[in-house]
């Protein structure tokens, strides 16, 4: 069960502000949204000089360099400031590996789609705005920051069930986190998402990836012919509702080898404490987005013909991995 901060004595104790909760991230992601921290990762810069250079209000920009120096993002040297150490790991250089600041946009971004929630609750429908309002790159570059912590514990449990694949799909593979680690494995990787963001990692991809195979399409319709040895599917199954999802592993098993692996990554109900609240981020963003219990994913799998399904708890996240095989 997750600890309810409200229902504990402390609330309007020390904690109140809560310097780890929505004031931080709010403060951190108009940083990057402005512009703040990529200047300041550019060169040290006093508070007027940035203000000017991002058309920023001069009063409003020296409020929050001070509060982002009180949390250890900045350090002021003779009047010029500058990105801390640590700071330039995450907030320097958007395309660098341990780069938050697409994340910290997606949550930003979250917390307005959570505030709609009493009109959710009216209609049962997310309120207009689609999902990529932050655009498909801010999206798939946030998803990528999460799949980095999972990656490498997928790929050991593919290949620890299924030594002997050498292809692998990756069904809504975003940036191709997973495609990478599989091809870095010597399997033949294919990336599958929607063409708008295929287009976002083509030429990136194309470049450090040359062998990875990517693919445009909607998987609710169809999928890259196979045969695939494996197939992954991070992330996917709680965008869409039980029809979907029972017809895509269906889609699934009719391009897998005989003897195929699919691998489901997500939060399953009952199992992740973080599952019925990622419930909720899915109502105020889908039609028909949750997520879903073992029982379900069990039932789904053995109608499009899996046997031997397990899940396993994923250590570097509070999620499952859902894998079965055909015969
Ligand atoms: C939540 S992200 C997960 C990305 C990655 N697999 C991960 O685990 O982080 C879902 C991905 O599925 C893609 N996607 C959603 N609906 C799709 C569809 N109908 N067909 C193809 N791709 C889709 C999205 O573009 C996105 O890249």
Redesign the pocket.
Same mark, same amino acid.
């Given at each position: 069960m997750k600890k309810s901060k409200y229902l504990t004595d402390s609330y309007h104790g020390e904690n109140w502000f809560e310097p780890g909760g929505w004031q931080e991230l709010s403060l951190v992601a108009a940083s990057v949204k402005t512009g703040i921290f990529t200047a300041l990762y550019r060169e040290p810069i006093g508070a007027a000089d940035l203000a000017r250079s991002l058309a920023l209000d001069i009063r409003a920009v020296r409020i929050v360099l001070e509060a982002l120096a009180e949390l250890g993002y900045v350090a002021e040297a003779t009047g010029l400031y500058s990105l801390t150490k640590v700071a330039v790991e995450r907030f320097g250089d958007p395309l660098a590996r341990g780069y938050l600041g697409w994340a910290v946009l997606h949550s930003s971004r979250l917390v307005e789609r959570w505030l709609t929630l009493p009109q959710v609750l009216e209609t049962g429908l997310p309120v207009p705005g689609d999902r990529f309002s932050e655009t498909?790159e801010g =999206? @798939?570059r946030a998803? !990528?920051v %999460? +799949?980095g912590a *999972?990656s490498m514990e997928v790929a050991d449990a593919c290949l620890t069930r299924a030594p002997e694949a050498k292809t692998v799909l990756? @069904? #809504? #593979? +975003?940036t191709g *986190? /997973?495609s990478k680690v599989m091809s870095d494995r010597g399997l033949s990787a294919t990336l =599958? !998402?929607?063409p708008e +963001?295929i287009e976002v990692i083509r030429a990136e991809t194309e470049q450090s990836y040359p062998t990875i195979d990517l693919v445009g399409? !909607? =998987?609710?319709e169809a999928l890259p012919q196979g045969p695939y040895d494996i197939a992954f599917?991070?992330? /996917?199954t709680? @965008? %869409?509702g039980p029809e979907k999802n029972q017809a895509l592993f269906k889609r699934v098993a009719d391009n897998l080898s005989p003897g195929g692996l699919i691998a489901i990554?997500d939060f399953v109900r009952g199992r992740s404490v973080s599952a019925a609240f990622f419930g909720i981020n899915m109502l105020v963003n889908s039609s028909g987005g949750g997520t879903w219990t073992k029982v379900q994913y069990i039932d789904w799998l053995t109608d499009a013909g899996f046997k031997n399904i397990e899940i396993v708890d994923i250590e570097a996240r509070d999620q499952q991995l859902i894998m079965g095989r055909l015969d």
């Open positions: 498909i =999206f @798939i998803m !990528d %999460y +799949a *999972t990756d @069904i #809504g #593979g +975003a *986190t /997973v =599958f !998402d929607i +963001a399409g !909607d =998987f609710n599917l991070g992330n /996917v709680h @965008i %869409y990554l």
